[in-house]
């Protein structure tokens, strides 16, 4: 049985992959795809903690990160659409102007 | 012995979606990914996060990403104007993400040696999804409510934005 600090540095291991996603990738749908590993490593830790503190908090807020994630998806997606249909790029250099 | 199995799966998979440069395969890798954080969930005695993770995560949130991935139809990163170097060896993305590792790998040394605890959990856990529903609407009452507004309001921005050529947009270019 694993005890919480294996948890905890597997959830810091998969925010890191996530977070270098975000500097490293050059394409939209694959930063967003990285924020949502940062978002799970981070429901991961909530779960753990939960667990070794006898609680359900963890588990109700994790519900909640949820929701803000499917939100964010599609709001991101709906940007990322409109970009493309402006650019026809997924390039996130190909906006550096605020206007089109 | 399955906590390593499935963070292995989770660890490698996660890499593989920020390795790859067709986003489907980033995508599908990525439910594979979910797949084993949801087997973490079951060991860690909570079966309710483990199965949304499944049906919510990688049932609609991914599936709309690969609706969108499939509708833009541009798999792959523009390799014309970026690609002479890896991406993983430019220097400013690198420096930083060395950075930002090390400063998440001293934090995470500093919360454990501050917890100081090793061995299994002590405390007895809380499983029952009826236990968390009677939490959910009582003590967390109102942020539940206002999820609900969230997923409108992200509903109506989602066909605001997406929508093509809308009449304001075309009445403000013509301002």
Redesign the interface.
């Known amino acids: 049985?694993?005890?919480?600090?294996?948890?905890?540095?597997?959830s810091?291991?998969?925010?890191?992959?996530?977070?270098?996603?975000v500097?490293?990738?050059?394409?939209l749908?694959?930063i967003?795809?990285?924020i949502?590993?940062m978002l799970?490593a981070v429901?991961?830790t909530f779960?753990?903690f939960?667990?070794?503190?006898?609680?359900?908090?963890?588990?109700?807020i994790?519900?909640?990160v949820?929701?803000?994630?499917?939100?964010?998806?599609?709001?991101g997606?709906?940007?990322?659409?409109?970009l493309?249909?402006h650019r026809?790029?997924?390039?996130p250099?190909a906006f550096t102007t605020l206007r089109w | 012995m399955m906590?390593y199995l499935f963070?292995a799966v989770?660890?490698v998979a996660?890499?593989l979606?920020?390795g790859?440069r067709n986003?489907i395969y980033?995508?599908l890798l990525?439910i594979a990914?979910?797949g084993a954080?949801s087997g973490?969930?079951v060991?860690?005695?909570?079966p309710?996060?483990a199965v949304?993770?499944i049906v919510?995560?990688a049932g609609?949130?991914m599936v709309?990403?690969l609706f969108?991935?499939m509708?833009?139809n541009?798999p792959h990163?523009?390799t014309e104007?970026?690609e002479r170097v890896h991406?993983?060896i430019?220097r400013g993305?690198m420096r930083?993400?060395a950075v930002?590792?090390v400063a998440?790998?001293v934090e995470?040394w500093w919360?454990?040696m501050k917890?100081g605890?090793?061995?299994?959990?002590?405390?007895?856990?809380?499983s029952s999804v009826a236990?968390?529903g009677q939490?959910?609407f009582t003590d967390?009452a109102f942020?539940f409510e206002v999820?609900s507004i969230?997923?409108l309001?992200?509903?109506v921005?989602?066909?605001?934005?997406?929508r093509?050529d809308p009449a304001g947009a075309a009445a403000l270019r013509r301002r």
Do not use: H, W
Request: a negative charge.
């Open positions: 049985m694993p005890a919480l600090s294996q948890y905890l540095v597997l810091a291991l998969l925010f890191s992959i996530g977070a270098a996603g500097f490293v990738r050059r394409n749908i694959t967003l795809l990285s949502e590993i799970n429901n991961l779960v753990a939960g667990r070794a503190l006898g609680s359900a908090d963890g588990q109700i994790v519900f909640f949820m929701t803000v994630a499917a939100a964010e998806a599609a709001v997606l709906a940007i990322v659409i409109a493309f249909r026809e790029s997924l390039n250099d | 906590f963070a989770a660890v996660s890499l979606v920020i790859q986003p980033s995508v990525l990914s979910f954080l973490l969930y060991l860690l005695d909570a309710f996060v949304i993770q919510v995560y609609a949130i709309l990403f969108v991935v509708l833009l541009a990163e523009d104007q970026d991406p993983l430019r993305a930083f993400g930002l590792a998440l790998i995470l919360a454990l917890a605890e090793t061995g299994e959990f002590g405390n007895a856990s809380v236990a968390i939490l959910l967390y942020p999820t969230l997923i309001v992200a509903l921005g989602a066909v605001v934005l997406a093509r």
